[in-house]
């Protein structure tokens, strides 16, 4: 009762107390008054009544008043107005006043009055020949109350069996207490037992504490000596609240308030919001200062709100000294359902503890919850595509804010096997673990994206597996990930991994110090000493990286240089660079200086040459320039390397400059650097060096089978080589070996000139 309302597990069990004790005790006292009263304050008077008729009174008095005194106490006072004894055995009163004193001290009295009351002597019956009025003192009275207010309870044909000490009516009773008023039907009272019993029709309305207060129950039960109360298919309505249950039990203390309170049976609270609790059992502990300390419900608990339900086996509400709920604990088989107008939730948990506080208003509001036990949280939103998180650990623990009006979960954290799953419902998915997991969410409204997550953070043995559909013209992505510790953060969609971050995914693995996943399209970004292995096709040679920094955006991964170049190799070929781009999807590659950089050389390729006659190889070729481009296979058309910004080069057999070179590779694997040089063609300001001699042209072609390098000028500048031992030789083309110091030396048209030189001392 009272002005404060609040939730479930707030107000229940506090008016829940206020109805049972204000009302039913009311009642069940002032049937006590009616009934009982003759059994504990004037049994002696109704006992010793026609004795001292028949000794006071022969036949007929009018107006007389008879007293009781113990020890200088009265115990009663009786007046009438004309008393009859007539010849059958009967007397008959009239107009009859009886006050009934308290104990000796207590200032406590009790009055009953009716028009005419018959006592049949030889029977032992009394009975109250029309209505009957009792004014009794209220339970508070008890406390030396003054201003206490009083009960009235009006009935008739009350009848007492003295010989079997019963005292029963059948007619409806009236019962009014302040500002409450009541009625029942049929009663009746066993002395040697001290049981009082209303048979039907137990109903009380009106305020208390300027709350409207309704409660009825089928029947209800006083036990004196036990002092107990018990009520049948109970339901009481104050305020917005409401609560029944097929039985209602009181336990009284020995100061006569209410120690505890048991229901069973399709036991109910609802509150004026809409919450409803409903279970087997009901059993509520009270204060002395008639606050509830302690409410269990069990046996099966089901909740229901306009917003959701919820279920459980056990739950537990504790309060504080001012009876308000402090703790909510539900334990077996936990479940809650909440639906709003952007999402719907569902919550599982072996257990539940919920901390609950008071708002400005009196409501009761939740603080912080608690979810042990392989707990789960599950929302999807109500918009299309519908999108899914589910969080779940051991332990989830959900801190409470405010914003305006509304309560939300600010922070949420979890323990012990932690799992972060979420679903775009486009295709895109990502799921992570970890030990621990911690989540930042923003008030309602706070965004316009459909999550609500500012932040969340994982902790120890992470991992972490993406997947996104095809789509903009970039392929189906799978990602997996691996790391000590994670971080993500909802404005950008980005995770950052740390702890030694490992990442898999299409082909190719990276490792750094920090790496950073794009949600929703599998792009990352990796940093601190970066180490990838790529496998462009399912046999081929893997190709391993080391750089800097690393990017992965679609099918382009590009690597960058830090102290040292990065640097990318196969089995058999080796190359480093500022910056190193590769298309996963075509694989093709790129390196070449930074962005804006005025350095040259800055790329340096080693291959292989194709093995000589009966050779298995012929050594590498060294290649240095500043921008390189790699083709692999592409249907007919053999794997290339061009290499631009100026070229070294360096084969077995001699070493050369030019502005640009071709490498054409062998082998049909279209993978990265796959084969071995077939033939170099470079151009522009060439220089070649052999032991010995210089030659100099505008282009020239290595093949690698035969070591042969075919120099070739222009019309204005025919190619040159200059020996140490022969001078300088000219001609259309010049043809160096790199086996031998030959010099084969072609003119135009058909000319041809054959020149033979000294060999090499060094090579005799």
């Given amino acids: 009762m009272g002005s404060r309302r609040g939730r479930a597990g707030g107000i229940s069990v506090t008016r829940l107390r206020r109805w049972l004790l204000v009302g039913v005790i009311v009642l069940l006292t002032a049937l006590v008054g009616l009934l009982g009263i ?47 004894q007539r010849q059958n055995g009967k007397t008959t009163l009239h107009d009859v006043a009886i006050t009934l004193y308290g104990p000796e001290g207590s200032h406590e009295t009790d009055s009953i009055r009716g028009a005419e009351f018959e006592y049949d002597q030889n029977n032992g019956i009394v009975k109250a020949m029309g209505e009957v009025h009792l004014d009794l003192a209220s339970p508070s009275s008890a406390q030396q109350n003054p201003s206490a207010k009083r009960i009235a309870v009006t009935t008739s044909g009350l009848v007492f069996m003295q010989k079997q000490g019963i005292a029963t009516t059948d007619q409806p009773l009236h019962i009014e207490y302040g500002d409450l008023h009541g009625t029942a039907t049929g009663a009746d009272y066993t002395t040697a037992t001290g049981l009082l019993n209303l048979h039907s029709a137990v109903i009380m309305d009106g305020t208390q504490d300027r709350q409207p207060v309704h409660l009825t129950a089928a029947s209800a039960q006083l036990d004196r000596n036990q002092r107990l109360a018990t009520l049948h298919t109970a339901f009481v309505r104050t305020g917005e609240m409401k609560a029944q249950g097929d039985t209602v039990v009181l336990d009284a203390g020995p100061s006569g308030g209410i120690d505890e309170i048991r229901a069973d049976g399709h036991t109910s609270l609802q509150s004026g919001d809409g919450i409803r609790a409903q279970a087997p059992k009901l059993v509520a502990k009270i204060s002395e200062q008639n606050k509830p300390t302690l409410a269990t419900m ?13 279920s459980g086996q056990t739950a537990v509400v504790h309060f504080d000294g001012l009876g308000n709920a402090t703790t909510a604990e539900l334990t077996g088989g936990v479940t809650f359902d909440h639906h709003s107008a952007t999402s719907l939730d569902h919550l599982t948990a072996a257990n539940l503890v919920a901390a609950l506080a008071q708002d400005a208003t009196r409501h009761t509001i939740l603080k912080d919850a608690t979810a042990t036990g392989r707990a ?11 999108k899914t998180t589910v969080i779940s650990g051991d332990t989830l623990h959900a801190i409470m804010a405010a914003s305006g009006r509304k ?23 990502r799921t992570s673990t970890g030990d621990t997991l911690q989540i930042k969410l923003l008030p309602p409204g706070a965004t316009k994206a459909a999550s609500t997550v500012q932040s969340a953070m994982q902790d120890g043995h992470v991992t972490v597996m993406a997947k996104s559909p095809a789509k903009s013209g970039k392929t189906a992505s799978e990602t997996h990930a691996t790391a000590s510790h994670a971080d993500f953060e909802g404005s950008t969609g980005k995770l950052l991994l740390t702890g030694a971050p490992s990442v898999t995914g299409d082909g190719m693995q990276i490792a750094a110090d920090r790496i950073t996943l794009t949600q929703g399209n599998g792009d990352a970004d990796a940093t601190g000493s970066v180490r990838g292995v790529y496998q462009s096709q399912k046999d081929s040679d893997p190709v391993h990286v080391t750089a800097e920094h690393a990017t992965v955006a679609g099918s382009v991964a590009k690597f960058f240089a830090g102290a040292n170049a990065a640097r990318m190799w196969t089995s058999s070929s080796q190359m480093e660079a500022p910056v190193i781009e590769v298309d996963r999807n075509t694989n ?8 804006g950089s005025a350095a040259t050389g800055t790329v340096h390729l080693l291959l292989p040459a194709s093995a000589t006659g009966k050779q298995k190889n012929s050594g590498v070729v060294r290649i240095v320039g500043t921008t390189l481009l790699y083709v692999p296979v592409e249907g007919t058309r053999p794997a290339h ?105 072609e003119g135009t048209g058909t000319h041809r000139v054959h020149t033979e030189v000294e060999a090499n001392p060094q090579k005799r």
């Fill in 588 to 595: 093709r590659l790129m390196a070449h200086a930074p962005s």
């Fill in 641 to 745: 390397a061009d290499v631009t910004g100026g070229v070294r080069m360096d084969t077995s057999g001699a070493s050369l400059t030019a502005r640009q070179a071709v490498a054409t590779l062998s082998g049909s694997t279209p993978g990265v650097l796959s084969g071995s040089v077939q033939q170099i063609v470079a151009s522009g300001a060439v220089n070649i060096a052999q032991p010995g001699r210089t030659g100099q042209g505008e282009r020239l072609v290595y093949t690698s089978a035969d070591e042969r390098y075919v120099l070739t000028g222009t019309p204005q500048s025919q190619p040159k080589v200059i020996d140490t031992q022969k001078g300088t030789i000219t001609g259309a083309t010049l043809i160096l070996h790199g086996a031998d110091n030959n010099v084969e030396v």
């Fill in 407 to 429: 309560h939300y979960v600010s922070l949420l954290t979890g323990n012990g096997s932690t799992r972060l799953d979420e679903d775009d419902g486009a295709g895109t998915t």
């Fill in 38 to 84: 003759a059994r504990w304050k004037a049994r002696r008077f109704l006992h010793d009544l026609p004795a001292k008729l028949g000794i006071d009174i022969k036949s007929q008095a009018n107006g007389f008043t008879y007293s009781q005194s113990v020890k200088g106490h009265t115990l009663f006072t009786l007046h009438a107005a004309k008393a009859i």
């Fill in 376 to 386: 789960q949280l599950r929302s999807v939103t109500t918009g299309k595509p519908a």
């Fill in 298 to 310: 069990s046996g099966g608990v089901i909740l229901s709100h306009p917003d959701g339900s919820g």
